[in-house]
């Protein structure tokens, strides 16, 4: 019995060591994506997306604020500003439901 909780115990140690690990790539390739918004905004929107994909499917939700704040900016830089719009406003929403106030100054200097 014991071998059974050392077992589930090295398991959920490992299931969260990966869950953080992830937690920092996504928010590596945010900051990413943000740092190339006004040289490549395309660049930006396709790291966006792809941060935003990897948040939501571990359900990382302040990754998924922050990349929908920088689909809008870049969105915005290259003229597209219906899309623009839907994402900051999206990003505004969950930044305010996580209380992400750095996020949501972000997203509401643009908006502006």
């Known amino acids: 019995m014991n071998k059974f909780y050392t077992i589930v115990f090295v398991c959920l ?10 937690q920092i ?4 390739l945010n900051l990413k994506a943000e740092s190339t918004l006004n040289q490549s905004p395309k660049t930006s929107l396709t790291d966006a997306i792809t941060a935003k994909a990897n948040a939501e499917r571990i ?26 719009r839907l994402y ?3 990003s505004i929403a969950l930044s305010e439901e996580i209380k992400d106030s750095s996020n949501l100054s972000f997203s509401k200097y ?3």
């Open 25 to 28: 790539e996504i928010d590596q």
């Open 13 to 22: 140690t490992c299931f969260k060591s990966l869950f953080a690990q992830s």
């Open 110 to 112: 643009w908006l502006a």
């Open 88 to 90: 900051i406003n999206q």
């Open 59 to 84: 359900g990382y939700k302040k990754g998924i604020a922050s990349a929908l704040a920088i689909l809008g900016v870049a969105n915005y830089k290259i003229d597209d500003y219906v899309k623009a």
